[in-house]
């Protein structure tokens, strides 16, 4: 995994590997026991890569990921306890916060577009501040973590082009455990693009089932 040259470490994590999957594993013995209701998307194998990618993540940086967000969320700063709750109500797939910024969708691809609008609404703000001679969100930008699936997609291949051309503060993250659900995503695509260099880019191995603990539950 390479991080651009452009970018400087922003904070400390404190959070180590074996933190995070312990979070993990609560969720799946609560979805197990019939707690959480609703569809969840379980983390395993990616701990390092996202302990390291963190910290270069600013606390007021804007995070948008998609349904297998857990991991994320706790590293950018939402309580443990905050993000349970949003589970085990339910918002497994759409866990969002205010402060600190994270919003997910589950959507394939739906993300993008989002990430790419608050991308631009900040370059106003910072080119404004700096007519201004003020400095307020200097330095922010916004972090849209995407599957190997969506990579392969039309609309992160126009929202990279967009970005690149406006020199907007968006940086793509790609994380590739080779699946498309349950299909290897380079069978589903035929073959796997080339990643441009300023997107950051790891592959780890899926630990979990593509949806829930792998056992059906009853309610």
């Known amino acids: 995994m390479k991080i651009p040259d452009d970018l400087k470490?922003?904070?400390?994590?404190k959070l180590t590997p074996s933190e995070l999957m312990l979070f993990e594993e609560e969720v799946f013995?609560?979805?197990?026991?019939a707690e959480i209701k609703s569809p969840v998307h379980l983390t395993s194998g990616n701990e390092a890569q996202l302990i390291e990618i963190f910290q270069y993540v600013h606390p007021d940086d804007w995070v948008f990921c998609s349904w297998r967000n857990h991991y994320h969320a706790l590293l950018h700063g939402v309580p443990r306890e905050t993000l349970m709750d949003l589970i085990v109500r339910g918002k497994s797939m759409s866990v969002y916060s205010k402060n600190p910024k994270m919003y997910c969708s589950s959507i394939v691809g739906g993300i993008i577009p989002i990430a790419l609008g608050?991308?631009?609404?900040?370059?106003?703000?910072?080119?404004?501040?700096l007519n201004k001679n003020r400095y307020k969100d200097k330095g922010r930008r916004v972090w849209c973590f995407i599957g190997d699936m969506?990579?392969?997609?039309?609309?992160?291949?126009?929202?990279?082009?967009y970005v690149k051309n406006f020199?907007?503060?968006?940086?793509?993250?790609?994380?590739?455990?080779?699946?498309?659900?349950?299909?290897?995503?380079?069978?589903?695509?035929?073959?796997k693009q080339e990643v441009p260099e300023d997107v950051?880019?790891?592959e780890y191995e899926r630990g979990y089932p593509h949806h829930g603990s792998g056992n059906w539950v009853l309610f």
């Open 9 to 13: 470490k922003e904070r400390g994590i």
């Open 29 to 33: 013995n609560r979805y197990e026991n």
């Open 118 to 129: 608050v991308a631009k609404a900040l370059k106003i703000k910072q080119d404004e501040s």
């Open 150 to 161: 969506t990579f392969e997609t039309g609309i992160f291949y126009e929202a990279y082009k």
């Open 167 to 191: 020199d907007l503060p968006l940086q793509f993250v790609v994380e590739d455990n080779n699946l498309s659900t349950n299909t290897p995503t380079d069978v589903t695509w035929g073959s």
């Open 200 to 202: 950051i880019y790891y």
